[in-house]
Nanobody
Framework: VQLVESGGGLVQPGGSLRLSCAAS????????MSWYRQAPGKERELVAA????????DYADSVKGRFTISRDNAKNTVFLQMNSLKPEDTAVYFCNAVRGSSDYWGQGTQVTVSS
């Protein structure tokens, strides 16, 4: 079982990035998929979550209107489109998959927003 994030990097304020999370070893279709982030010295926080069918999405107040979570169950992949990035979005972003007692995490991808 593995979750692999990609798409992070250095971007200027106001820029955009698209994160991807590819799952292997299990089928994500029945899992709630989420993105979390952790900035230096801070606790890990939920950024966005999407239901197994994709019909329900939740966002942290700090990213509403700027970030969009989506999923492609056929490709076992979840995405996070991040627009209008701010320096305070700088963090390691983690992908998470949950179904009942099954709880999987990726290793994270660094996002740095700086001029």
């Amino acid at each position: 079982v593995q979750l692999v994030e990609s798409g992070g990097g250095l971007v200027q304020p106001g820029g955009s990035l698209r994160l991807s999370c590819a799952a292997s070893g299990f089928t994500t279709i029945m899992y709630v998929m989420s993105w979390y982030r952790q900035a230096p010295g801070k606790e890990r926080e939920l950024v966005a979550a999407i239901s197994s069918g994709g019909g329900s999405r939740d966002y942290a107040d700090s990213v509403k209107g700027r970030f969009t979570i989506s999923r492609d169950n056929a490709k076992n992949t979840v995405f996070l489109q991040m627009n209008s990035l701010k320096p305070e979005d700088t963090a390691v972003y983690f992908c998470n998959a949950v179904r009942g007692s099954s709880d999987y995490w990726g290793q994270g991808t660094q996002v740095t927003v700086s001029s």
